[in-house]
């Protein structure tokens, strides 16, 4: 299986930074992605890490470890529009998951005033 | 404009009655998938479908059936409808060229009696 876990909710303050982790339990994967849903809308596409590293995309930024099954999302200079919530997923290569994708069950930011 | 689109938005039956939710891609797409969404659980992936004619059970594929005849409708049949499937249905359709991105359509929120 690929268990992904990710915290509930998390609360931070407009222009503020914060940090949603994700870790998971496979042996093996392609690649982890992050998307982000508000609520009563359909997911959207933000960012996909393959190797380990940070990848950088405006104010948000994607870090995978594939050695430590971990990845986070960076969300900086929070704006009200961020209030959503934040699905990890991974896309799974073994002989159990071979093209089927993944997800945890979000993370929920608040961003208040 | 491409897009991912889903008949029926809203749909409230009955314990029973067949019930079909049609999924629809205009980006040439090979990969499509069916999810449901539940509160605290996430995106499951019910089914999925790697070419025309190929389709694969997700993690949840009890009490559903998929086909895929051609390449851009991936129709999601419910031949007995229980109300524990009950929940928000999004099909999505998959770019393997351009990092995996899934793009959802708008969502089916399916009530059953």
């Known amino acids: 299986g690929q268990n992904i876990d990710q915290p509930t909710e998390m609360t931070a303050t407009e222009g503020a930074i914060v940090q949603i982790n994700c870790t998971y339990q496979?042996?093996?994967?392609?690649?982890l992605f992050w998307y982000q849903q508000h609520a009563g809308e359909a997911p959207t596409f933000l960012s996909y890490?393959?190797?380990?590293g940070l990848e950088e995309k405006g104010r948000f930024s994607s870090f995978l470890s594939r050695s430590k099954g971990y990845s986070y999302l960076l969300l900086k200079e929070l704006q009200m529009k961020d209030s959503a919530s934040y699905l990890c997923?991974?896309?799974?290569?073994?002989?159990?998951?071979?093209?089927?994708?993944?997800f945890g069950a979000g993370t929920q930011v608040v961003v208040t005033p | 404009e491409a897009q991912v689109t889903q008949n029926p938005r809203y749909l409230i039956t009955v314990t029973g009655k067949k019930l079909t939710v049609t999924c629809s891609q205009n980006?040439?797409?090979?990969?499509m998938s069916w999810y449901r969404q539940d509160p605290g659980l996430g995106l499951r992936q019910i089914y999925y479908?790697?070419?025309?004619?190929?389709?694969d059970k997700g993690d949840v594929p009890e009490g559903y059936k998929v086909s895929r005849k051609e390449k851009r409708n991936f129709p999601l049949i419910l031949e007995s409808p229980s109300p524990n499937q009950t929940s928000l249905y999004f099909c999505?359709?998959?770019?393997?060229?351009?990092?995996?991105?899934?793009?959802f359509g708008p969502g089916t929120r399916l009530t059953v009696l």
């Open positions: 496979t042996s093996g994967f392609n690649g």
């Open positions: 999505a359709s998959t770019d393997p060229g351009h990092n995996n991105e899934q793009f």
């Open positions: 890490n393959v190797l380990d």
């Open positions: 980006m040439n797409h090979e990969y």
């Open positions: 997923a991974v896309f799974g290569v073994t002989t159990d998951s071979w093209g089927k994708f993944q």
């Open positions: 479908s790697m070419n025309v004619e190929v389709t």
